[in-house]
Nanobody
């Protein structure tokens, strides 16, 4: 059974940094895209950033220049380095992966809370 396990969330002051990690485990044959989404209270879940197996990245306009997504294919792990955090970045952050196990489908992590507040 495939699992995506996130870590690294927490409380940080405005202007601070956090690094999220998400490791995929289980019977995995191949992983295509991996990404991070977030959902703030009362709002829809939105894409923050994603990265293909080849390393191509895509970011939401609201995080460009502040967040960096990366992945370690050998460890089936994706990271999100978040710098210059703002209160509006406060949300539950979810890891997402499109992978083969053995059928291709999307998987989601359980979510990790990020709170930006002074």
């Amino acid at each position: 059974q495939v699992q995506l396990v996130e870590s690294g969330g927490g409380l940080v002051q405005p202007g601070g940094s956090l690094r999220l990690s998400c490791a995929a485990s289980g019977r995995i044959f191949s992983i295509n895209s991996m990404g991070w989404y977030r959902q703030a209270p009362g709002k829809q879940r939105e894409l923050v950033a994603d990265i293909t197996s080849g390393g191509s990245t895509h970011y939401a306009d609201s995080v460009k220049g502040r967040f960096t997504i990366s992945r370690d294919n050998a460890k089936n792990t994706v990271y999100l380095q978040m710098n210059s955090l703002k209160p509006e970045d406060t949300a539950v952050y979810y890891c997402n992966a499109e992978l083969e196990s053995p059928a291709w489908r999307e998987y989601w992590g359980q979510g990790t809370q990020v709170t930006v507040s002074s």
